[in-house]
C-alpha cells in the first residue's frame, strides 16, 4: 500500500466515525484545561506542558470506544452518554481536589455513608461556572438530534486500531513520564504527581490496579513480613527520654482533637485581636511543640485519630477506620487499659460517622460518648453538629463519673469547614482576606480556643484539673492550598512549595498542671505522640510497634514521612522532587535531600505492609 492509499484509509476511518472524533476532541480538551488550570499539577517546563497536553488523549480514545458495543442506532446517543459519564467523574475529583488538593480513590467510594452529614460543605464548594464543565455534553446531545447520518458498521479492526492506538499513547505517554519522574507508578506516594503525569483518567485505571494488589496482599500475609517489620522499627525508634518518664504516672489523660486547626493562627491577631488568646496563654505553661507536622491521608480526623493511637502511618488511599476495623491493633486506648486506665471518647456525632463504632473497639476504648449521649438541639450545633462549648459543658458529669485513672479523649466539631458560625458566638473582628472561608475559619478558630477556656474551668470547678495531664493536637490542616492567594494576603507573603509543607505544622500541646512551660523544638509529628504520652505515664510496653518515636528523646531520628512522600528533618524540607533549607525556605540542591528519600519510602511502605497484612495479629502468636 502507498502513501497516498494509507492517506485515503486513514480519512475514510476518520470520516467514517466524525461524531466519534468530534467527542473525542472536546472531551480531550475539557480535560486538558481542568487538569491544567483547576488541578493543584503546576507545570514547570515544557516536558510537564507536554505531559498534560497528551494524556487525556489516550483514556478518551478508550472511554469513548465503549459506544461501539453498542447497536448500531444507539451508537451515537451512546457517545454523549459516555461524555455525561466521564464528565461526572472528572467534576466529582474537582470538588474532592478543591477542599482536599487530592484525588478521589476507590477506598474513598466506601466512605459514603458520610456523605449525608456533608452537606453544607460540598455546597460552597460549588461555583456557578461549573455548568460550562458540561458544555461538550449539550453539544453532542445537539449534535446527535441533528445529525442525521448513522455511523458506518464498525469492524472489529476499527476497534482494535483504536485500542492499539490508545496502548501507544499512553505507552508514550509513560515513557516521557519516567524520563520527568523516573519509578513513578512504583515510588510515587503523591497522587497530584500521577495525575499531572499520565492524566486523571489512567490515575483511576491506576488506582484500580493498586486496589488488586493490596487485595492480594491481604490475603497473602505471612508473619516473616512481621519479623522484617519488626527489626526496622527497633533499627530507627530512639529510646526514651528517662528525665521525663514516669513524670505524669497515674494521673488522668485528656487528649483533645482540635478540628482543622493549624500552628499559624497561633500568636497572632486580626485588626488587634487575639485569634487565640486561651491556647497563646496555655502554651506558656505547657511543653510546646511548634515543629510538628499533621501526617494524615484521605481519613482526615480519622487519620489523626489512628495516627495518635497507633504510631503507625495511615493509609495512601482511604481510611483505614473504613478499609481495615478489623485488624489488631495495639492501640494507646488498649494499652492503657491494661494499665488499669478506663478509656473514653466523646464525639457528638453519629456513631457510624467514619466507622468509628467499629474501630474503636479494635483500638481498646471502654466506651464511645457519640450524638446518643448528648442534648443536641437546634440552638446547640452549628455546621457539622452541637458547638465545641456545649459538646465540653456537657461533657463534664460524663467524665466526672469516669472509674480513675482515666483516658479521655475529645474530638472537637465547630472548627470544620465550612466553618459556619452563628452570629452570636462570633468573638473575634472578620478578617479582610479575599477568601469568605479564610475569614469564616479565623471566626470558628476563635470559638474553638472560648470551648477550650470554659472547659479547662470547668474542670478546675469540679477538681478534675489538678491531676490530669492534657495533650492538644491540630488534627489536619483547615485551609487548602486553594486558598494559598488569600492566606498569602494574611501573612503578608507569598505562598510557595516551600510554604506549603510548613503551613501542615499544627499545634501539639503537653500540659501538666503545675509545671512550667517550655518550647521543644524537636521536628516530630502526630506519629510520635502516643511514644511520648506512654513514657511520660511510665507505662512500657514491650509488644509494640511504633513508627513514632519519644518527642522529649534526645536522639529521636528528627524525619518526619508525611504521607504524599514528603519530608522534614531537622534541616531540610522535601516535596515535589524539590530539596528546601527548612529555617530559610531556600532551595537547596536535590542530592542534599537523596539520603532520606529511600527511608522515608521504605517506612511508609512497612507501616502499610502492617496494615494491608494485618501484621500486628502476630503478636498474638
Keep these: 500500500m502507498n502513501v497516498r492509499e494509507e492517506h485515503i484509509v486513514d480519512c475514510s476511518f476518520i470520516k467514517k466515525h466524525q461524531l466519534f472524533?468530534?467527542?473525542?476532541?472536546?472531551?480531550?480538551?475539557?480535560?486538558?484545561?481542568?487538569?491544567?488550570?483547576?488541578?493543584?499539577?503546576?507545570?514547570?517546563?515544557?516536558?510537564?506542558?507536554?505531559?498534560?497536553?497528551?494524556?487525556?488523549?489516550?483514556?478518551?480514545?478508550?472511554?469513548?470506544?465503549f459506544s461501539f458495543l453498542f447497536p448500531l442506532k444507539r451508537r451515537n446517543s451512546m457517545l454523549a452518554a459516555i461524555s455525561a459519564a466521564g464528565s461526572i467523574i472528572l467534576y466529582a475529583n474537582l470538588i474532592y481536589n478543591r477542599f482536599f488538593s487530592?484525588?478521589?480513590?476507590?477506598?474513598?467510594?466506601?466512605?459514603?455513608?458520610?456523605?449525608?452529614?456533608?452537606?453544607?460543605?460540598?455546597?460552597?464548594?460549588?461555583?456557578?461556572?461549573?455548568?460550562?464543565?458540561?458544555?461538550?455534553?449539550?453539544?453532542?446531545?445537539f449534535a446527535v438530534k441533528r445529525w442525521n447520518k448513522l455511523p458506518s458498521t464498525a469492524a472489529k479492526?476499527?476497534?482494535?486500531?483504536?485500542?492499539?492506538?490508545?496502548?501507544a499513547l499512553f505507552a508514550f505517554n509513560l515513557g516521557l513520564s519516567e524520563i520527568e519522574h523516573p519509578q513513578l507508578l512504583t515510588r510515587s506516594f503523591d497522587r497530584s504527581m500521577v495525575v499531572q503525569n499520565i492524566g486523571v483518567f489512567n490515575y483511576h485505571f491506576y488506582d484500580l490496579i493498586l486496589q488488586t494488589r493490596v487485595s492480594a496482599n491481604q490475603t497473602f500475609a505471612q508473619s516473616d513480613g512481621f519479623q522484617e517489620v519488626k527489626a526496622y522499627v527497633q533499627a530507627h525508634t530512639a529510646s526514651p527520654n528517662p528525665v521525663y518518664t514516669g513524670m505524669a504516672?497515674?494521673?488522668?489523660?485528656?487528649v483533645i482533637s482540635l478540628e482543622s486547626m493549624q500552628s499559624f493562627v497561633l500568636n497572632r491577631t486580626i485588626n488587634g485581636e487575639e485569634i487565640t488568646p486561651f491556647l497563646n496563654e496555655l502554651i506558656?505553661?505547657?511543653?510546646?511543640?511548634?515543629?510538628?507536622?499533621?501526617?494524615?491521608?484521605?481519613?482526615?480526623?480519622?487519620?489523626?485519630?489512628?495516627?495518635?493511637?497507633?504510631?503507625?502511618?495511615?493509609?495512601?488511599r482511604g481510611a483505614v477506620f473504613f478499609t481495615n476495623p478489623d485488624n489488631v491493633y495495639n492501640g494507646l486506648p488498649g494499652i492503657l487499659g491494661k494499665?488499669?486506665?478506663?478509656?473514653?471518647?466523646?464525639?457528638?456525632?453519629?456513631?457510624?460517622?467514619?466507622?468509628?463504632?467499629?474501630?474503636?473497639?479494635?483500638?481498646?476504648?471502654?466506651?464511645?460518648?457519640?450524638?446518643?449521649?448528648?442534648?443536641?438541639?437546634?440552638?446547640?450545633?452549628?455546621?457539622?453538629?452541637?458547638?465545641?462549648?456545649?459538646?465540653?459543658?456537657?461533657?463534664?458529669?460524663?467524665?466526672?463519673r469516669l472509674p480513675k485513672p482515666f483516658y479521655a479523649k475529645f474530638i472537637t466539631l465547630t472548627n470544620h469547614f465550612p466553618y459556619a458560625l452563628d452570629e452570636e458566638d462570633v468573638l473575634i473582628s472578620e478578617a479582610n482576606t479575599s477568601s469568605e472561608t479564610l475569614n469564616r475559619y479565623f471566626a470558628t478558630v476563635r470559638y474553638t480556643d472560648e470551648a477550650l477556656k470554659l472547659f479547662f474551668e470547668q474542670l478546675k470547678a469540679e477538681n478534675l484539673y489538678e491531676n490530669s495531664i492534657f495533650v492538644l493536637y491540630g488534627d489536619h490542616y483547615g485551609i487548602s492550598e486553594y486558598h494559598n492567594d488569600a492566606l498569602g494576603e494574611?501573612?503578608?507573603?507569598?505562598?510557595?512549595?516551600?510554604?506549603?509543607?510548613?503551613?501542615?505544622?499544627?499545634?501539639?500541646?503537653?500540659?501538666?498542671?503545675?509545671?512550667s512551660g517550655k518550647i521543644i523544638d524537636a521536628v516530630g509529628g502526630q506519629i510520635d505522640i502516643k511514644p511520648t504520652i506512654l513514657n511520660l505515664l511510665g507505662i512500657e510496653n514491650e509488644k509494640d510497634m511504633m513508627f513514632g518515636s519519644d518527642l522529649f528523646a534526645a536522639d529521636r531520628p528528627h524525619l518526619v514521612a508525611l504521607r504524599d512522600g514528603s519530608f522534614i528533618t531537622n534541616d531540610y524540607v522535601y516535596t515535589k522532587q524539590k530539596c528546601f533549607n527548612r529555617l530559610s525556605g531556600e532551595e537547596e540542591e536535590a542530592e542534599k535531600c537523596e539520603p532520606y528519600i529511600e527511608q522515608v519510602q521504605r517506612q511508609l511502605d512497612l507501616s502499610d505492609r502492617v496494615i494491608y497484612g494485618d501484621l500486628l495479629k502476630y503478636y498474638k502468636n
Design 21 to 65: 472524533f468530534v467527542a473525542v476532541g472536546l472531551f480531550w480538551l475539557k480535560v486538558y484545561l481542568v487538569q491544567r488550570f483547576f488541578f493543584h499539577v503546576p507545570t514547570e517546563n515544557v516536558l510537564q506542558e507536554m505531559l498534560l497536553v497528551i494524556n487525556p488523549l489516550s483514556s478518551a480514545l478508550v472511554l469513548f470506544s
Design 102 to 141: 487530592d484525588f478521589i480513590t476507590i477506598p474513598t467510594l466506601f466512605q459514603t455513608n458520610n456523605m449525608g452529614d456533608l452537606g453544607e460543605s460540598i455546597f460552597t464548594l460549588i461555583q456557578p461556572a461549573d455548568i460550562l464543565l458540561f458544555f461538550d455534553v449539550f453539544v453532542l446531545l
Design 157 to 167: 479492526i476499527d476497534l482494535i486500531r483504536l485500542y492499539a492506538a490508545a496502548l
Design 249 to 254: 504516672e497515674g494521673k488522668n489523660v485528656f
Design 284 to 316: 506558656k505553661e505547657s511543653y510546646y511543640f511548634p515543629n510538628v507536622y499533621h501526617q494524615t491521608g484521605q481519613g482526615k480526623t480519622s487519620d489523626a485519630e489512628f495516627l495518635v493511637a497507633n504510631s503507625l502511618h495511615p493509609l495512601p
Design 339 to 400: 494499665a488499669g486506665y478506663y478509656s473514653a471518647v466523646f464525639h457528638p456525632n453519629n456513631e457510624t460517622f467514619w466507622n468509628r463504632n467499629q474501630m474503636y473497639q479494635s483500638l481498646g476504648y471502654d466506651r464511645f460518648f457519640s450524638s446518643d449521649d448528648f442534648e443536641i438541639r437546634e440552638e446547640y450545633s452549628v455546621g457539622w453538629g452541637l458547638k465545641d462549648i456545649e459538646m465540653f459543658s456537657q461533657s463534664i458529669d460524663y467524665v466526672k
Design 490 to 515: 494574611f501573612l503578608d507573603k507569598e505562598i510557595t512549595l516551600y510554604d506549603s509543607i510548613q503551613l501542615q505544622r499544627v499545634p501539639l500541646i503537653i500540659h501538666i498542671p503545675g509545671q
